[in-house]
């Protein structure tokens, strides 16, 4: 009978300071000499990192009350609104929500100043109420002085993403950078063979409550991430085409570090952040020690046309050809270009690797599943209730 | 040597095959690394000469008395390098391969290669470029 491992037996190995910790690329090369039964015997833990631009982001906030106390309603931070309508003095300031007054400053950059402890400015208004009489704040505060401040993040590590190119005549400015024209690029994003959801891309390790790398410090999956889809095409290897599967991750932002979160502006698109994710994925039997061992070869990627409104499909390929500088659109090379950060993923899946080593940061299994089976609506355009 | 010079052409010498000329009679090998120009208004070259210094000198004093105004090309453009994430967005715009990240390395600037298109400044998520022409910025 094959070799199974429990969760119990690696985490005792953590704690022994003697667990096999590998990252997804280094165990992906170890696969070109042994199969996934040999895995298992030599491997206990296998570090999976992304580093990449993901809008869907944000901070909780609980300012702290003052004397007399408000209700606060509407809420800026350093200019950029937070949405106040959840209790008195908490607040959600979204990654990509922008100061009216400078489109290049954003929520991702509060969040980011929250981090490193710098002062953000806080101007609060509410209509005021007997137990809440203030009617306004205007105060300054950072990480010291407030109270919880976590991020929770809707839709993270997203399980493969489309390669964008344009095939109109001028530029398209996007979230998947500058596109030139008649498919003179092409960008891509995500971190490939090092992905989390794509070293496990049935999700048998990955679930609710399993703990990660959020951008530096230790967090949690809390739920599947929004617009999660497991009805996705997949490769011979059972890993989505595109973009599939996602996560929403949550994550004390007092403990983070700037190294691992960063602002971001996409010209003529808007504020983004790049999230620093890692996942460990414990080798608990020969399928796992097989999904492990994709190298970016066996990453299938379609290229859409982000030229046009509906992105239809117009090529294929892999995401290491990707990795080598150019792709063949229509017929002609187009350069490539990542997004996502690969040498920043590689740090920290090394970074990941070297807590597990050291015994610092030891595995949870998933207190529940992600769901299976699910599929995305989209939104229709309705004159009247049905 | 290399070397590379921005050529503001006014109107009346548009007409003529000045660029020809360099090439031929002067043995100068050129390539056009930016051209703004037309019949109507003139314009600019952005050029970079292959030649012995001589001829570039002879080259240059020829485009002179043709009325075109030779200015030595010198721009920086500048990148906060110790703040880069090595994302590669900007390599994505970098058609001379000035950035390059191939492979999933780390970013690499060849200053050498860089014409100062500008296109970089946009094209990177943390604003790291900044590029000053011939000492304005």
Redesign the interface.
Known sequence: MSRRKSYEEINEKIRMGEAVVLTAEEVAKMASESSPAEIVEKVDVVTTAT???MCSSGAFINFGHTDPPIRMEEVTLNGVPAYGGVAAVDAYIGATAENPENS?YGGAHVIEELIKGEDVHLIAKAKGTDCYPRREVDTWINKDSINEAFLFNPRNAYQNYPVATNSTEQNKYTYM????PRHR?A?FCTS?ALSPLINDPQMRTIGIGTSIFLCGARGYVAWNGTQFNTSKPLNERGIPLSNAATLAVIGDLKSMSPDFI??????KYGV?I?IGLGVPIPILDEDIAYRVSVDHSEIGMTIFDYGKPVHPQVATTTYQEL???TVEIAGRKA?T????????AREIAELLKSWISRGEFELTAPVAPLPSGTKLNGLEIRGKRS | MKQRYILHFPLESVSKPLTTTIIRDYGIDINILRASISPERGGELLMEFDAGEEAISKGLTFLEENNVEVERFEHTVKFREEEC?????????C?TDAL???????LLFDHARCVACG?CI??C???LFTISWNGSC
């Open positions: 580093f990449g631009p290049e950078g500058i596109l030139l690029n960008t490939g960063k602002a971001a502006v996409f010209e983004s790049f990795l080598s500088g350069r270009a990542p997004i996502s950060s690969l040498p920043k | 994430i090595h994302c590669g967005a900007c390599t994505a715009v058609f390059s990240i191939s492979g999933g390395r780390k296109l946009a094209a998520p943390l604003r």
